[in-house]
Nanobody
Framework: VQLQAYGGGWVQTGGSLRLSCVAS????????VAWFRQGPGKVREFVAA????????DYRESVKGRFTVSRDNAENTIYLQMNSLKTEDTAVYYC????????????????WGQGTLVTVSS
C-alpha cells in the first residue's frame, strides 16, 4: 500500500486544517489507519487511529475534542480534521496503515506516507 499525505501548512493558533491521506490499494478497507506526528526534536507519537469500518477510534489525550479522524473507503482516503490548533501541534504528520486492527504503536504499522508539515504559530 502506498500512502500519500497532504494538506499541511501554516495556521494561526486556534485555526483549523484538514489533512488527507490517499491510499493506492483498492483493498484499503481491510486496513486500520492512523496518524502520527513528529515535532522538532521529538520522537514520533501517536495522534489518532480508526478501524476498518470506523467502529473503533482512538485519540491521543491532548487532541481529544479537537481532532477527528475519519475515512472514506470508497475513495481510499483518510482524514484528520484538526481544530483549535495549538503551537504544540506543530509537527510533521504521517499517515500509516496496518492490516486489520488499530494500534498506538508506530512499530505495528507497515505502510507509511511521506509526511506533511503542520506549523501553528501565534
Amino acid at each position: 500500500v502506498q500512502l500519500q499525505a497532504y494538506g499541511g501548512g501554516w495556521v494561526q493558533t486556534g485555526g483549523s486544517l484538514r489533512l488527507s491521506c490517499v491510499a493506492s490499494r483498492p483493498t484499503f478497507s481491510n486496513y486500520a489507519v492512523a496518524w502520527f506526528r513528529q515535532g522538532p526534536g521529538k520522537v514520533r507519537e501517536f495522534v489518532a487511529a480508526t478501524s476498518r469500518s470506523e467502529t473503533n477510534t482512538d485519540y491521543r489525550e491532548s487532541v481529544k475534542g479537537r481532532f477527528t479522524v475519519s475515512r472514506d473507503n470508497a475513495e481510499n482516503t483518510i482524514y484528520l480534521q484538526m481544530n483549535s490548533l495549538k503551537t504544540e501541534d506543530t509537527a510533521v504528520y504521517y499517515c500509516a496503515a496496518r492490516p486489520w486492527y488499530v494500534s498506538e504503536d508506530p512499530r505495528q504499522y507497515t505502510y507509511w506516507g511521506q509526511g506533511t508539515l503542520v506549523t501553528v504559530s501565534s
